[in-house]
């Protein structure tokens, strides 16, 4: 399955990238997670339902320091994660 996340809220400059960077790698999914212009952070992921759904409940609680007000999901198509490789943090130096 693969699936894109928008998470709403104080998700920015508060380490959440890096939080859904390590949930991600110990879960062993693929894919990548961003800042977007609005404020939000964008996750595209590719695994298992279930490590998809635990994903889903690490986003929603959050980080220390975050406010997560909204997750926003949506399945893709399985050809998108053709282009998936090890989790990655975009946009990060």
Known sequence: ??????V???VQGVG?????????????????????????????AAGEDALLAELNVA???GSRGSRVDAVVEHELAESE?????????EGAW
């Open 16 to 44: 959440f990238r890096w939080f859904v960077h390590r949930e991600a790698a110990e879960l062993g999914l693929r894919g990548w997670v961003k800042n977007t212009d609005q404020g939000h952070v964008e996750i595209v």
């Open 8 to 10: 709403k809220g104080r």
């Open 81 to 89: 994660a053709a282009q998936l490789g090890t989790f990655e943090i």
């Open 59 to 61: 986003l929603n609680k």
């Open 1 to 6: 399955m693969v699936a894109h996340y928008l």
